[in-house]
């Protein structure tokens, strides 16, 4: 493995390989940036040119290497090592980090092509491949693959921001909710929730229960763990036992598994709205004189028997003075002339003020917003370069208010700002008055989501004497230094809540899976841990195949979530016969819509012909994959244990590796 990059990411990713999948990785980084990523698995190579030329490719190991990230900040850069390497290598697997979401796909159907012309010369290569060399022949793997960290992280970043807030993940047409729940919250019985026990104090099991909180009623703000973090780290994907235990704990509950719907998108605003343009008290004055040209025309049918058409005629003609003298008329006529004239003196400042509102109105709307003066209740959102811009983006859809605050006025987020019309401080967040600007005393969340941890820091030790109750989210790289910001924050603030999180962790399980050929729907943060979630086929799983949903679920490790019912009945065989079913397994019949059963039967069988959503830790995904480190040398792999019985006390059907 080659992993290419300039910045946290690219060790991060490394580190994942090694420790968790067990890979040997090349990590090519500028000169003089300076490893810090050690292991005997990672060889850390240096280069003076960025993006790395042919030389610096070849000694990285391009030209054997089974996958290749690029990770540079750049799009431009990873797309020139990318054109670089597939010429080096046709046949190796990329991994590109892009921001721009159209310019990826593209990119990817390109490089592919060429993949697909270069085989076409090869076929000895593409013989050796689909005798079981190396490549794509498992139907799994893609030739080139773009993600972007900031996509991946955006969502988890922006449910920080919001206690209790759902937790959603949404790729590949899936969509996945699960909320937060404080430990209050687990006693009220609701769907999907854990309910007291009657006559103890344990809580019983709810339907699915992704992971068990360090909060506590006791201590609602938990020690936000991580995986260095011993007992107080969160504990995912806990069996029954350990979350009726776990009374008074806080959960993250799993609550529906669907197929993603086509909701509207948010329009976005280009200019100013038309209520925008002017004011309530031009609006209701102009309303008001129009109102008296309408009594005047009607007083004028009725006095003078004119037509009404000609009566209306006449009094426009009046207002705007330009009509005949009413020499020699009823003295009514006389009358209406003379307020029609003063009701013309009164639109002539009335039209100027709205002219110029409308002119104000435009100008304003191509300039920032500022906060309005009677904003709460909001989120400060503090950076707007690539990640804090899909977080901007996300919280706008989830109609969360935002007020930005940004010290580059040519920052990437600043345009999204001004479509979206989100409000915007412009200043350095470390000078007095900037966060008072973004209204902080009034706010409910700080997302502090700068590249420099020390910027972060200092935001938030800013906005705590301002705010003490306000929910404080931290973008920090280094877990050591988040575990002493946190305790430190705690100590000094014990009733308010802290978060860090870290943009390379949240991104680099699906980075790391993408390079072993593979694929996640994406991931959420459980404090500082990560949970993955990935669509696998029981057929690729001899793990999984012919054992219950009970059987295959494995604490701590991996969980089968939903089943894919999309897909042909996986009931009936190759040969169209019906194969046995468990009772009370899901059974479909062909007037059943199809979609996601996600409430699965713990006796339903695996069949080969199933596909399912899975949550499952960093490590046990690598397992799961096959993926995990080979036994050391001169030691017998571990023995498999038989699988334990499910509910009803039905065993599967043996398995190969089970004799």
């Not at 993006?51 to 850069?77: C, F, I, K, M, N």
Request: glycine share 10%; hydrophobic share 45%.
């Amino acid at each position: 493995m080659v992993v290419c990059g300039d910045d946290a990411l690219a060790h991060r990713i490394a580190a994942e390989l090694a420790d968790v999948y067990r890979q040997d990785v090349v990590l090519l980084v500028p000169a003089g940036s300076g490893p810090d990523t050690d292991g005997p698995r990672v060889r850390v190579r240096a280069s003076d040119r960025t993006p790395p030329d042919e030389t610096a490719l070849s000694e990285a190991g391009v030209h054997r290497a089974q996958a290749l990230a690029l990770l540079y900040e750049d799009d431009e850069v990873n797309m020139r090592a990318a054109f670089l390497a597939r010429r080096l290598n046709p046949h190796i697997r990329l991994v590109l980090r892009m921001y721009n979401r159209n310019l990826g796909r593209r990119m990817a159907e390109l490089l592919d092509q060429a993949r697909g012309q270069a085989e076409e010369q090869d076929t000895a290569d593409t013989t050796h491949r689909a005798e079981g060399g190396r490549g794509t022949g498992d139907g799994h793997d893609a030739t080139t693959i773009v993600l972007s960290d900031a996509d991946t992280a955006a969502p988890a970043l922006a449910a920080t921001a919001v206690t209790g807030t759902r937790k959603i993940v949404q790729a590949d047409g899936l969509l996945l909710r699960a909320a937060e729940r404080a430990p209050a919250e687990r006693r009220t019985g609701r769907p999907g929730g854990n309910e007291a026990a009657p006559g103890g104090n344990e809580a019983a099991p709810g339907p699915v229960t992704l992971a068990l909180l360090s909060s506590t009623t006791h201590d609602p703000a938990g020690a936000d763990g991580s995986d260095r973090s011993g007992r107080l780290a969160p504990r995912l994907l806990p069996d029954d036992e350990q979350v009726r235990a776990a009374a008074g704990h806080g959960t993250v509950v799993l609550e529906a598994v669907s197929h993603e719907p086509a909701l509207p998108r948010r329009r976005e605003s280009r200019g100013a709205s038309p209520r925008e343009l002017l004011s309530p008290r031009v609006r209701w004055a102009l309303a008001g004189v129009c109102c008296a040209v309408a009594a005047l025309a009607v007083t004028s049918w009725v006095t003078t028997g004119d037509h009404l058409l000609h009566a209306a005629y006449l009094t426009l003609l009046d207002l705007f003075a330009i009509g005949d003298p009413a020499v020699g008329e009823p003295t009514a006529r006389q009358v209406l002339q003379i307020l029609a004239g003063l009701l013309g003196l009164v639109l002539l400042p009335l039209l100027i003020a709205g002219s110029l509102e409308a002119l104000g109105a435009y100008r304003s709307a191509a300039a920032l917003r500022r906060p309005p003066r009677g904003l709460a209740g909001h989120v400060v959102l503090l950076g707007l370069g690539r990640i804090g811009t899909r977080v901007l983006v996300q919280l706008h859809e989830l109609g969360v208010p935002v007020v930005g605050v940004e010290e580059d006025p040519e920052a990437r987020g600043i345009a999204h700002a001004r479509t979206l019309r989100v409000p915007v401080v412009l200043g350095d967040v470390t000078q007095e008055g900037v966060l008072e600007a973004a209204k902080i005393h009034r706010a409910r969340a700080l997302l502090a989501l700068t590249s420099a941890d020390t910027t972060n820091l200092e935001a938030a030790l800013c906005a705590r004497p301002l705010n003490p109750d306000l929910l404080v989210a931290l973008r920090l790289y280094d877990d050591d230094f988040a575990t002493t910001v946190y305790r430190t924050l705690r100590a000094a603030h014990p009733d308010a809540l802290t978060r860090s999180r870290s943009v390379s962790t949240l991104a680099a399980p699906a980075f790391a899976t993408a390079m072993m050929g593979r694929q996640i729907l994406g991931a959420i943060a459980v404090e500082r841990r990560v949970l993955v979630f990935a669509a696998l086929d029981i057929a690729d799983q001899p793990r999984l195949a012919g054992r219950t949903v009970a059987e295959a679920f494995r604490p701590g490790a991996w969980r089968i979530l939903a089943l894919d019912t999309s897909r042909p009945d996986p009931a009936e065989d190759a040969d169209g016969r019906n194969a046995p079913e468990v009772a009370g397994g899901p059974r479909r019949s062909a007037a059943e819509p199809s979609g996601l059963l996600w409430d699965l039967h713990p006796g339903y069988v695996l069949h080969p012909g199933d596909r399912v959503v899975v949550a499952a830790t960093r490590a046990g995904l690598a397992e799961l994959l096959g993926r995990a480190a080979d036994p050391a040398p001169g030691r017998a792999p571990p023995a498999v244990a038989p699988p334990p019985g499910d509910r009803t006390g039905r065993r599967g059907p043996p398995r190969a590796d089970d004799t």
